[in-house]
T-cell receptor, first 119, second 113 residues
Framework: DVKVTQSSRYLVKRTGEKVFLECVQDMDHENMFWYRQDPGLGLRLIYFSYDVKMKEKGDIPEGYSVSREKKERFSLILESASTNQTSMYLC??????????????????FGEGSWLTVV | DQQVKQNSPSLSVQEGRISILNCDYTNSMFDYFLWYKKYPAEGPTFLISISSIKDKNEDGRFTVFLNKSAKHLSLHIVPSQPGDSAVYFCAASTDNAGNMLTFGGGTRLMVKP
């Protein structure tokens, strides 16, 4: 069964602290993502990675960085946490379809989410 | 500016009736659309998708309709069950792999017994 694991489910951090959110997937997927979910705004893409040591900015990368040293692990880093980064963070992984495969089965698999409160 | 919008933040229906969740988009380059369902304290899970070459896709109680000219899609759940109560996210993609999703703000569906 597909598994995306976010090790920290609930965190409370102080303004200015450095925060690490870890995500591990066991499906050998190439692509991994970090989203944040806020009421009324849905899921917004922060960063994504399509290979080890590769990263691309999403829609809202400011205040965040990422690290992908191994294929199965994608970390989100808040260098100096601020109160406007209080949110639910969702990690996801995805494998592009192979040749001859249709799009109908494509799915992105999400972790259970990490609730971060910055005080 | 949100490219994918779900204008109804919440919807309440009676068990056994139809639930209709709506989604509008502005980017005409979107060619693949998905619906995700999310329970509290869990990550979203894939529900159903549709490619822009189709106008309807059905999977059991769930049907997604796509109206490209109106840039509108909807999810129908028939019959609705209390276990369907969740937040539903509409998502759209422009790339061929169905990657790089843009999500709507979500609609909270409550199905009353």
């Amino acid at each position: 069964d597909v598994k995306v694991t976010q090790s920290s489910r609930y965190l409370v951090k102080r303004t200015g602290e450095k925060v690490f959110l870890e995500c591990v997937q066991d499906m050998d997927h190439e692509n991994m993502f970090w989203y944040r979910q806020d009421p009324g705004l849905g899921l917004r893409l922060i960063y994504f990675s399509y290979d080890v040591k590769m990263k691309e900015k999403g829609d809202i990368p400011e205040g965040y960085s990422v690290s992908r040293e191994k294929k199965e692990r994608f970390s989100l880093i808040l260098e100096s946490a601020s109160t406007n980064q209080t949110s639910m963070y969702l990690c996801a992984s995805f494998n592009p379809p192979g040749e001859g495969q249709g799009k109908s089965g494509n799915t992105i698999y999400f972790g259970e989410g990490s609730w971060l409160t910055v005080v | 500016d949100q490219q994918v919008k779900q204008n109804s933040p919440s919807l309440s229906v009676q068990e056994g009736r139809i639930s209709i969740l709506n989604c509008d988009y502005t980017n005409s380059m979107f060619d693949y659309f998905l619906w995700y369902k999310k329970y509290p304290a869990e990550g979203p899970t894939f529900l159903i998708s549709i490619s822009s070459i189709k106008d309807k896709n059905e999977d059991g109680r769930f049907t997604v309709f796509l109206n490209k000219s109106a840039k509108h899609l909807s999810l129908h759940i028939v019959p609705s069950q209390p276990g369907d109560s969740a937040v539903y996210f509409c998502a759209a993609s422009t790339d061929n792999a169905g990657n790089m999703l843009t999500f709507g703000g979500g609609t909270r569906l409550m199905v009353k017994p």
